[in-house]
């Protein structure tokens, strides 16, 4: 069963920053959060992942929550590549990934 | 490095038959988990292997069953295929599996009919 809970679908300009949510209310001390995104035909793609203290990558940042029962994954400046579903996974102890429905973003030209 | 190489892309088999995917992983990884997608229920765990042996199952029927070979290459097995295994059957491999990032491939298309 899916760990995470995230908005369906989400909407950014081109060139704008894109700011996407993810509740992990069950988390526990010892659960990684990673994001993946995946674009049509292909296999998810990793963007970045973290434990409690906020994360830097060349494609993203990831602030997580101090309580840990949500992150934010953000894109600092949409482009039209960076439209696809976009998968909040909590990782537990026993290295499974609980992948959840996912947030479909469209970027607008 | 080569990415995730899955075979075949697209597959049709009919009820009742059994079928075998092949995932061969970026060299040097020795973790190889399988997913299946599906539009109602989304990414799907089937299971993990890492050197040659079954680390972590998901929650699917027996019928569905893996196995890896000496060289991290994996293969799963539906049997008795139903209706409801069409699916995009993703491989995704990572080098020992503890948090590390997945590098998937496009997966296999299953069509059951």
């Known amino acids: 069963d899916a760990k995470t809970t995230q908005p369906n679908s989400m909407e950014s300009n081109e060139e704008e920053p894109v700011h996407l949510p993810c509740n992990h209310s069950?988390?526990?001390?010892?659960?990684?959060i990673h994001w993946y995104r995946q674009l049509p035909s292909q296999g998810p793609e990793y963007v970045i992942h973290g434990l409690t203290s906020n994360v830097n990558n060349r494609m993203a940042s990831l602030a997580i929550a101090e309580d840990r029962k949500s992150s934010t994954l953000i894109l600092h400046r949409a482009t039209l590549r960076d439209a696809a579903v976009y998968y909040c996974?909590?990782?537990?102890?026993?290295?499974?990934?609980?992948f959840g429905t996912g947030t479909s973003l469209t970027v607008i030209p | 490095k080569a990415g995730v190489t899955q075979t075949p892309r697209y597959l049709i088999k009919t009820r009742g038959q059994q079928v075998t995917l092949s995932c061969s992983p970026i060299?040097?990884?020795?973790?190889v988990s399988w997913y299946q997608q599906t539009p109602g229920q989304g990414l799907q765990f089937l299971f993990e292997y890492f050197s040659e042996t079954q680390r972590n199952k998901g929650n699917f029927p027996g019928r569905f069953s893996g196995r890896q070979f000496s060289n991290s290459r994996s293969e799963m097995n539906v049997s008795t295929l139903e209706l409801g295994d069409s699916a995009l059957y993703l491989c995704a491999s990572s080098p020992d599996g503890t948090n590390s990032p997945l590098h998937f491939g496009n997966g296999t298309r299953l069509t059951v009919t």
């Open positions: 060299s040097g990884h020795r973790s």
């Open positions: 996974i909590q990782r537990d102890t026993g290295n499974q990934f609980y």
């Open positions: 069950t988390i526990s001390g010892t659960d990684y």
